[in-house]
T-cell receptor
């Protein structure tokens, strides 16, 4: 089982749609969780951290389910500019940098 | 302005060449990283430096040699690479070498011929 697993997509959605991505992780001791966004041929950029209580930033909502070991990202009212690859990132304990990246889910928002 | 600058943006090199990738961060961070991103694969951590000391080396072949002369600069020296080493090489920094979020540079796209 991969440490961090994501559906690669692509997810093709019309502008204005709501889209949800899930990510599962295998290490139950994981402590930190993030979503990054990566545009084509660009570097990944932090979209948002994911907190146990869930958190929202404008049209984006992230949730964490520790019992089932998955993280979700919900994008409401999607825009053309949301087209990108969304990377799920999980950090485990044990000292040092233990961030593990998923392969990413590609989103294409269309007119 | 990403705060983390990498040069060159693109590099084509033969298997017998020696080249270096450069990374500079202007964020005052104490930790710097090299990652490799190949097509259809997740980012792979190569090296971690914390306050100029290497704290992690993820079984990277010796043909990749990192150097961190100070907390703002990081190099990746390349020699006798293989075609399978062609990838996007990303530098990143973070305040500390823990699980805090990473700030990435724009990457060097490397092609080994």
């Amino acid at each position: 089982r991969k440490e961090v697993e994501q559906d690669p997509g692509p997810f093709n959605v019309p502008e204005g749609a709501t889209v949800a991505f899930n990510c599962t992780y295998s290490n139950s001791a994981s402590q930190s969780f993030f979503w990054y966004r990566q545009d084509c041929r660009k570097e990944p950029k932090l979209l948002m951290s994911v907190y146990s209580s869930g958190n929202e930033d404008g049209r984006f909502t992230a949730q964490l389910n520790r019992a089932s070991q998955y993280i979700s990202l919900l994008i409401r009212d999607s825009k053309l500019s949301d087209s990108a690859t969304y990377l799920c990132v999980v950090g485990s304990t044990g000292g040092g940098n233990k961030l593990t990246f998923g392969t990413g889910t590609q989103l294409k928002v269309e007119l | 302005e990403t705060g983390v600058t990498q040069t060159p943006r693109h590099l084509v090199m033969g298997m017998t060449n020696k080249k270096s990738l450069k990374c500079e961060q202007h964020l005052g961070h104490n930790a710097m990283y090299w990652y490799k991103q190949s097509a259809k694969k997740p980012l792979e951590l190569m090296f971690v430096y914390s306050l100029e000391e290497r704290v992690e080396n993820n079984s990277v072949p010796s043909r990749f040699s990192p150097e961190c002369p100070n907390s703002s600069h990081l190099f990746l020296h390349l020699h006798t690479l293989q075609p399978e080493d062609s990838a996007l090489y990303l530098c990143a920094s973070s305040p500390k070498s823990d699980n805090s979020p990473l700030h990435f540079g724009n990457g060097t796209r490397l092609t080994v011929t």
